[in-house]
């Protein structure tokens, strides 16, 4: 897991964070709740460009800062929440040809 804000300010008020379950990790990203109702909207193949064009979208539509560019949310998709998503056996990623094959662990 990478270093963040919460870590840094928990580290320095010397409080303890609870542990959290492989299972709330999967979902304790909003970008990746997001990104789980897009991919329950999408039948697979989806290409890792249309699925950051929809994320970032719909985060548009959330967001009071200004939204995050296509780009942006790909790479991050493609190095942090697709594999997260991948590992947990609920998408089937292809990193080599940026490629969602399957979403069966998805729910629609």
Same mark, same amino acid.
């Given at each position: 897991m990478s270093y963040s804000k919460l870590d840094s300010l928990?580290? $320095?008020s010397g409080e303890e964070?609870? &542990?959290l379950s492989a299972?709330?990790?999967r979902f304790s990203s909003v970008r990746? $709740?997001?990104?789980?109702?897009?991919? &329950?909207?999408r039948s697979?193949?989806?290409a890792l460009e249309d699925l950051a064009r929809a994320t970032a979208h719909l985060e548009s539509e959330f967001e009071n800062e200004p939204p995050p560019t296509v780009a942006e949310v790909a790479i991050a998709l493609h190095h942090h929440h697709?594999?997260?998503l991948s590992d947990a056996g609920l998408i089937e990623y292809r990193p080599a040809t940026n490629v969602i094959e399957s979403t069966d662990g998805i729910t629609r």
């Open positions: 928990t580290e $320095r964070r609870p &542990a299972s709330e990790y990746r $709740r997001r990104l789980c109702a897009v991919l &329950a909207s697979p193949p989806i697709l594999p997260v």
